[in-house]
């Protein structure tokens, strides 16, 4: 501003006129910010806590992920139920339950979803897109994958499910070593391809595939593990 501006404003002779200068944020309105920012940051790691725990799939996924949470929370050596509604006399066949009680394992240790997924699950799930299994007491249990579906969003094949680093770290040859000392090796490469969750299941009873040709006294059968017949009737029932 001019001289001659400055005067006809009002100013004393020689001053420039000041900017007015911003409004300051009171001590009042900082606290209230600060406050604000922490119960959210609070706020979001709880729930990034909470997603890793599995009662976080049952609750937030009621329907239909509560089939799957008593099969997690099971105690093997103890009867119980699988994710459809059928009872098990031993719980030590499920791997949901023996993980959690051998490795200390959430559902996220064996469920690593990317990004990508979690949000077409969140939208199938919103949506109602997605098909359930009406086997046994269950009738919303979902639709049974195979390894191979459950990894293919992470890129890596169905070995890597079981097969990797921070779980069963070794390879196909060095499993197939470590049940060779056994009657028969239901591990040996001499049957092929054959993917681990032909015989592990995580929410309802192992299978022992090798007695679909092998006499079932042949076979060293786990605790809570259940024939290829007896499987075949399950899935049929």
Known sequence: MSEEEAKKAG????AE????????????????IGVV??????????????????SFCSAICHTPMDPYLPTYEAEPGQASHDKWGNDVPDASGMMAATHRVEAD???????VPTLG??????FAWVSGGYEV??????????MERSLSELTAARGVDQDQFCLGSGCH?????ELEELTSDRAFNPHSSAHGDVSC??????????VMYCTKCHDAAEATMPEGWITFEQSQILERA
């Open 11 to 14: 100013a004393p002779e020689g």
């Open 17 to 32: 006129a000041k900017e007015p200068s911003p409004k300051r944020l009171t001590q009042k309105t900082r606290m209230v």
């Open 37 to 54: 920012a922490a119960v959210v940051i609070v706020a979001a790691v709880g729930l990034f806590v909470w997603h890793e725990q599995p």
């Open 105 to 111: 394992a959430d559902c996220m240790a064996c469920h």
């Open 117 to 122: 997924e979690q949000v077409s699950e969140g």
């Open 133 to 142: 299994i009406n086997t046994g007491a269950y009738q919303n249990a979902l």
């Open 169 to 173: 770290d070794m390879t196909r040859d």
């Open 197 to 206: 969750g032909t015989c592990h299941k995580a929410h309802r009873q192992s």
